[in-house]
């Protein structure tokens, strides 16, 4: 069993930056599987937006952030990281990220992810 912590959510005007944090607990963590950010904005559907393999050589990014968000991890601190910049209200969501034991590297189908966090919420005022 894991168990994922986001932080990092907060209020922040178009054009500004936050620093997303996943940290995993518990018997298992994440060191060595791939991980996922995802999100979901009021009234839609959940969707991908960033992927990482285990080892970080590999990132996979929706197009919709591509060049403005950059995933990370360091397996040491069983942390996984998502820098946005350039925030736009459209980009207000909850943010969730995932742990897939099965996948060999990072996917952005949620179906391919285990365990979930409780998500944290970007709110992007214009």
């Known amino acids: 069993q894991v168990q994922l912590v986001e932080s990092g959510g907060g209020l922040v005007q178009a054009g500004g930056s936050l620093r997303l944090s996943c940290a995993a607990s518990?018997?298992?963590?994440?060191?060595?599987?791939?991980v996922g950010w995802f999100r979901q904005a009021p009234g839609k559907e959940r969707e991908f937006v960033a992927a990482?393999?285990?080892?970080?050589?590999?990132?996979y990014y929706a197009d919709s952030v591509k060049g403005r968000f950059t995933i990370s991890r360091d397996n040491a601190k069983n942390t996984v990281y998502l820098q946005t910049i350039s925030l736009q209200p459209e980009d207000t969501a909850v943010y969730y990220c995932?742990?897939?034991?099965?996948?060999?590297?990072?996917?952005?189908?949620?179906?391919?992810?285990?365990?979930w966090g409780q998500g944290t919420q970007v709110t992007v005022s214009s």
């Open positions: 990482i393999s285990w080892s970080g050589s590999s990132t």
């Open positions: 995932a742990v897939g034991y099965s996948i060999r590297t990072g996917s952005r189908r949620e179906q391919d992810y285990d365990y």
């Open positions: 518990g018997l298992r963590t994440f060191t060595g599987y791939p």
